[in-house]
């Protein structure tokens, strides 16, 4: 959404009453759908945001959204996560795998099937993500450890693309630069 005078306090304030719990008792109902539809939109609102405040109140309300008991959104939410690991914004990086570490320690039950948790929260530690995503640094590699680690299938493409952010492609102006003009003449 455009409106972020109304969207970040709105993100914030979903993430202080998850925080708090007073959305347990939706996230551990079966016959909810409120974490996937609330997962649904907290994605929805990450894809084309450029805004790096309103993107870690959207990971900090992702994994708030890990608590919830339906599988498939979990997987969803871990999925999305993995994505924001090689996020095209370094501090966007940094600040998920700060805050999954910090999930990972405090809850271990988060994560639905993981391979090898200790392995899978040492590279997060260890990992400089504010770094570039490819040569030398590697980090879209390294999210894909963690990911295989938390046992996270990740598609091709994930594998291989970062988050894209932006989504609206621009008209190509054959007016825009001089040499146009000068070919014109």
Not at 6 to 25: C, E, Q, R
Not at 121 to 147: C, H, Q
Not at 152 to 173: C, F, G, M, Q, R
Request: proline share 3%.
């Amino acid at each position: 959404s455009k409106d972020v005078r109304v969207i970040l306090p709105l993100l914030v304030t979903i993430d202080k009453a998850l925080s708090h719990g007073f959305f347990d008792d939706l996230l551990q109902s079966d016959e909810s759908n409120f974490a996937a539809e609330l997962s649904k939109r907290v994605r929805k609102e990450a894809s084309g945001c450029a805004d790096v405040k309103r993107l870690t109140v959207i990971v900090a309300v992702a994994l708030n959204l890990l608590h919830t008991v339906n599988f498939e959104t979990k997987n969803t939410i871990c999925i999305f996560l993995m994505k924001l690991l090689a996020h095209r914004f370094p501090r966007v990086r940094s600040h998920t795998a700060e805050q999954l570490y910090v999930k990972l320690i405090e809850d271990t039950s988060v994560i639905p099937n993981p391979v090898d948790l200790i392995a899978a929260k040492r590279l997060l530690s260890d990992t400089a993500w504010d770094r570039d995503l490819g040569a030398p640094y590697y980090i879209r590699e390294k999210r894909n450890k963690v990911s295989e680690y938390l046992g996270i299938t990740l598609s091709e493409k994930d594998l291989k693309e970062s988050v894209k952010t932006n989504t609206h492609k621009k008209e190509k102006d054959d007016f825009a630069s001089y040499a146009s003009l000068v070919n014109s003449l």
